[in-house]
T-cell receptor, first 110, second 113 residues
């Protein structure tokens, strides 16, 4: 089944404790992206990658890092999480314009 | 950059009625306009899209219209059913901007029995 998977689905952590949210797609897509969803703000792009080893900032990149060492994986790294990064995070992949989203990761930073 | 506004933020309709959600965009270079449906606990799923060379597109009970001059596009759902209840997002993509999508703020649609 063609899909985008994210892990973990739920995460509660404390300020400053480094964490990684994994994203993997099995559709051989070149493009991958991370979004955060907050009430009243819709989905905002954090980082995206056009291909392996090619990443770029989206609209809200502060406090986040990404890497793209393999085509299928695009992890999101929070080196020192803060409470304002409490949000619902989605990974997406695309070949062409149609984007496929993962199921989401709900992150709470206390 | 592109800015997408979406209205209304919440919409309640009776089962069988029609629902209309409207979006406006700011950048005339945008040429791709998808609509996503997000059910509770799931990621957004593409339900219909339209490109700037087309004025209207239909898929069963769902249709999207685009007015390039006014820079707005709308989602129309006819004969609504309870399973249509979800959050709907519009988005716009700028020509030459790769796959970048700018999303609206979402509409919570509730179909009441």
């Amino acid at each position: 089944e063609a899909q985008v998977t994210q892990n973990p689905r739920y995460l509660i952590t404390v300020t400053g404790k480094k964490l990684t949210v994994t994203c993997s797609q099995n559709m051989n897509h070149e493009y991958m992206s991370w979004y955060r969803q907050d009430p009243g703000l819709g989905l905002r792009q954090i980082y995206y990658s056009m291909n392996v080893e090619v990443t770029d900032k989206g609209d809200v990149p502060e406090g986040y890092k990404v890497s793209r060492k393999e085509k299928r994986n695009f992890p999101l790294i929070l080196e020192s999480p803060s409470p304002n990064q409490t949000s619902l995070y989605f990974c997406a992949s695309a070949q062409g314009v149609e984007q496929y989203f993962g199921p989401g990761t709900r992150l709470t930073v206390t | 950059g592109e800015n997408v506004e979406q209205h209304p933020s919440t919409l309640s309709v009776q089962e069988g009625d029609s629902a209309v959600i409207k979006c406006t965009y700011s950048d005339s270079a945008s040429n791709y306009f998808p609509w996503y449906k997000q059910e509770l606990g799931k990621g957004p799923q593409l339900i219909i899209d339209i490109r700037s060379n087309v004025g209207e597109k239909k898929d069963q009970r769902i249709a999207v219209t685009l007015n390039k001059t006014a820079k707005h596009f709308s989602l129309h759902i006819t004969e609504t059913q309870p399973e249509d209840s979800a959050v709907y997002f519009c988005a716009a993509s700028i020509r030459g901007g790769g796959n970048k999508l700018t999303f609206g703020t979402g509409t919570q649609l509730k179909v009441e029995l």
